[in-house]
């Protein structure tokens, strides 16, 4: 009996021996490419994390349907082990060490948010693996001389810089006198740096510099200061419930200000949840349906919004297409290493160089992409009270003209 | 730091104006807080998240097309039997217990929540848009939302209610009874456990109806309820159990310091400058308490 008892548990020791030794030599198994990733699907993240996921997933079933990824003259195809970080930094970092050093996973996306972002990539650096990641576009990510991050996006610095320009262009090159509210987080806070920037740049005065508290749904006091000061240009970032206070309060509190430009507005569904207040509104974007980039496996962005909208229902932000676009890039490295070895891969994708229907992507050596600029749209709404965004700068992109100055809520 | 409520007057009389219409908000939840805190000596840490539960089910009134303001009739009858449920799945087997106990297991409830509502509503942030215009003071100099002003007289309208119910009704009467003292409360026929249930489904109304009313006002998000636990316990702490006035003097002077702090210090102060008042008033109650300890010696 007892010898039984021994020989059964060193046999279910190989057996477990085994599956694991299996699983850490799990990065391309048959002919699979798995990659691994952290994503916010509880927590606080986590409207945006599935918007993620959805745009991975749209992507790995494209590339997956259209042939795959061919490397050394085999073809194989994509899968994507998700754990849910449940929107926590430290939980992001267990979990990307545990993708890495229990699953083998060797090539990993990103997570949603540059908080997460921050907390995997040092993870990724340590064991060499490379990350494409489209959701994390805080500058100190690119400042720290990680090899193995690349992000499709570009950087939150320039953001809104572009609606700084815009309005001294407007001005007649004149300097313009700005109001700025921002949350404290790594997000907002390199928006901001990039309106310091701007500003220096041409030599416009920042008249209110407000931070917003994480727990904000309150900022009224920001807009008392607006209605007294006059400023020329409101600019606030603070995620989805920075766009959805600011336009409700300036709606109740009547505050005119000519221009009012504001990150995260499709996230918060603006014209939907405000409908007609939410007129005139300025946006960042990272990329908008209408652009004309274009890519063999989605075509352009109108085709993709459409086969999105088949897909999951509902219109895709740009968290979705970025998320797509992320593996694109992985498929091109790939192609272009005709290796899984980590390092070629990792040089192949440093020297990306490539028109998807997100845009130009091609890496400065920091990580950030540096050949797609930001577009800004403006929600406009017609007489029946449906409102639509609309980009208007650049100019070479611009399906509308720029509403400048916002008409005064007397006149509404 | 800027001074700005200096250079421009008219940012101090909207500064109060804005205080005095939050801090009644605030008033209506502490005074939920101080009710079960004096009758079953529970201090609920899930305060906060019941509010957000309101706030969610005036929310989904508006997304059916219903307006909004009705929540604040819809939502404390929901939320009073929910209140009731927690009662008797949870806190009727913590209330004779040591305060801490009930704080930990409303905590728990409390992350409970979040999660829960995180998962049934989504992590978006939501909120209700009732319509209501705005009234202009001093050549429109101060402004005032109406829901602000709908939101402050709604919140009197129920604690006054509520006081006179307290004061007439039987149950309101064993309400108080037992606050006075349970033990004799029970000796003279006093159901005692009802009137915990009734207590703790009451508070979760006047949640409700705050819920109701922020979700009108402001913005609601799962995670959003702490900052309201936090408020309404420090309101309690500055009146004292069992004083209503001082509830409500307490809840306006909280909503007015908070938007003092945010023109003088910063709005990035704002909720900080509470956590500080709540230690500085922690540390004076203290003090004081001590100073009578000896001189009770």
Redesign the interface.
């Known amino acids: 009996m007892r010898l039984n008892k021994i020989i059964l548990s060193f046999v279910s020791a190989l057996v477990i021996l085994f599956s694991t030794s299996v699983a850490s030599f799990a990065k391309v198994v048959g002919d699979k490419i798995i990659l691994g990733a952290a994503i916010s699907l509880t927590g606080k993240y986590s409207s945006n994390g599935v918007h993620t996921q959805n745009g991975y997933n749209m992507a790995v079933d494209r590339i997956n349907s259209m042939g795959g990824v061919k490397v050394g003259g085999k073809t194989y195809k994509f899968d994507i082990i998700y754990y849910d970080d449940e929107s926590n930094p430290k939980r992001a970092a267990q979990l990307a060490e545990r993708l890495i050093s229990q699953d083998g996973v060797e090539f990993m996306l990103g997570p949603y948010s540059s908080g997460l972002t921050k907390a995997i990539a040092p993870v990724t650096e340590k064991y060499g693996v490379p990350m494409v990641e489209a959701n994390g576009a805080s500058r100190s990510l690119f400042t720290k001389g990680y090899k193995y991050l690349f992000a499709v996006l570009a950087p939150a610095n320039l953001y809104l810089d572009v609606a700084i320009e815009t309005a001294v262009e407007l001005n007649g090159g004149k300097p313009v006198r700005i109001a700025q509210a921002f949350e404290q987080d790594a997000f907002s806070q390199d928006v901001r740096l990039g309106i310091l920037d701007a500003a220096e740049r041409t030599g416009s005065k920042i008249i209110i510099d407000d931070k917003l508290p994480k727990e904000l749904n309150d900022m009224a006091a920001t807009l008392v200061k607006v209605k007294q000061m006059k400023p020329d240009v409101l600019v606030v970032s603070g995620h989805t419930k920075g766009a959805l206070t600011a336009i409700r309060q300036i709606a109740e509190m009547k505050v005119d200000v000519p221009m009012l430009a504001m990150t995260h507005c499709d996230a918060a569904k603006l014209s939907k949840q405000h409908g007609k207040n939410s007129q005139y509104a300025l946006c960042a974007s990272q990329w908008h349906k209408s652009l004309t980039y274009k890519d063999d496996f989605f075509k352009d962005g109108m085709t993709y919004a459409a086969d999105f909208e088949k897909e999951f229902g509902y219109d895709p932000p740009y968290q979705s297409a970025e998320s797509s676009a992320a593996l694109l890039v992985f498929k091109d490295a790939f192609e272009r290493a005709n290796s899984f070895d980590q390092k070629k891969v990792r040089d192949a994708l440093a020297a990306t160089n490539m028109q998807t229907f997100y845009g130009n992507i091609k890496f400065a050596p920091g990580g950030q992409n540096v050949d797609k600029p930001m577009v800004l749209f403006q929600v406009m709404c017609d007489a029946s009270g449906s409102c639509e965004n609309k980009v208007v700068a650049p100019l070479k992109w611009a399906s509308a003209k720029l509403i400048h100055p916002i008409p005064k809520w007397s006149d509404r | 730091m800027d001074f ?1 409520v200096f250079q ?1 007057p ?2 101090t009389v ?2 109060c104006l ?1 205080g005095i219409l ?1 801090g009644v908000l605030f008033a209506l939840i502490a005074y939920g807080m101080a009710l079960q805190w004096g009758v079953m000596n529970i201090i609920n840490i899930a305060q906060g998240d019941l509010v957000i539960l309101g706030g969610y089910i005036a929310y989904f009134m508006y997304l059916y097309g219903i307006h909004p303001a009705w929540g604040v009739i819809v939502a404390p009858v929901i939320m009073y039997f929910v209140g009731i449920a927690i009662y008797k799945l949870v806190i009727n087997k913590v209330v004779d217990r040591d305060l801490f106990i009930s704080i930990l297991a409303t905590f728990g409830i409390s992350i409970l929540f979040m ?1 829960l509502m ?2 049934a509503f ?6 209700a ?1 009732s319509g209501y215009g ?1 009234t ?1 003071l001093f050549d ?2 101060v ?1 005032l ?1 109406n ?1 602000k002003i709908f939101s402050a007289f709604i919140s009197i309208l129920f604690a006054v209610c509520l006081v006179i119910y307290m004061k007439k009704s039987k149950l309101g009467r064993a309400i108080r009874a037992t606050a006075q003292n349970a033990r004799a409360a029970k000796i003279l026929g006093v159901d005692t456990e009802k009137v915990y249930a009734a207590t703790f489904g009451i508070n979760a109304a006047l949640c409700g109806v705050a819920g109701a009313l ?1 979700s009108i006002t ?7 309820g ?2 309201y636990t936090i408020r309404s316990f420090m309101i309690v702490i500055v009146a004292g159990l069992g004083n209503l006035p001082g509830v409500a003097m307490s809840g306006m002077g909280l909503g007015v310091f908070e ?1 003092f702090a ?2 003088i210090l ?3 102060f ?3 400058s509470v956590f500080l008042l709540l230690v500085l008033i922690l540390v004076y109650r203290r003090f004081k308490l001590s100073r009578k300890r000896e001189y009770l010696k």
Do not use: K, W
């Open positions: 700005l421009y008219m940012i909207q500064a804005d939050l999660q995180n998962f989504g992590a978006d942030v939501v909120l848009n705005t202009m429109s100099n402004v939302p829901s922020i402001f913005t609601i998000h799962p995670y959003m702490l900052p938007e945010d023109y910063g709005t990035e704002r909720i900080g």
